[in-house]
């Protein structure tokens, strides 16, 4: 299903951490974070809500909007994907019940030519065995003794 992917940044083997709006925000975030560690003084700093978070912390909270997009994207692309595979499937489906169709009219036509050719071989036997029996009975009839008149 991979081969029906559009925008291969989205396949199914990819993480947010492959994508490069994904790796600009990780630079972003600890970009961020340099910059409040280096301004203001130290009580600033420490009533800062975002220096108080661990750096994984800060860093998760920054990308978590991209991350999201990542993977909205992703589904995205994967259900294109799905839809036009199923799509495929279903006019490989049709095709092959055509040419089974197909295949199946044609032997039929086969048999019923081959059932017309037995059925005339049938009705000339018939007439011969018939013509036949007609002959014996009139052989037999002429053979048979003919009352006279006295």
Known sequence: MSKYIKDKRYGFDKTPGDD???QAA?????????VAMSTGNIITRFFNPKLRMSESEFVQ??????????YSLQSGQIFNAEMELQQHLYAEWMHQIDQETAQREKE??????QFD???KKL????????????AKRQEEERWQPKPFKL
Do not use: G, S
């Not at 000339?124 to 007609?134: D, F, G, L, T, Y």
């Open 123 to 134: 009705k000339q036997r018939e007439a011969k065995e018939e013509v036949e029996r007609e």
């Open 117 to 119: 050719k037995e059925w």
């Open 20 to 22: 490069e709006a994904c």
């Open 26 to 34: 990780i630079k972003d975030a600890y970009a961020e974070m340099m």
């Open 108 to 113: 039929r036509a086969k048999l019923d030519e």
């Open 61 to 70: 909270q920054h990308i978590k909007p991209t991350v999201d997009n990542f």
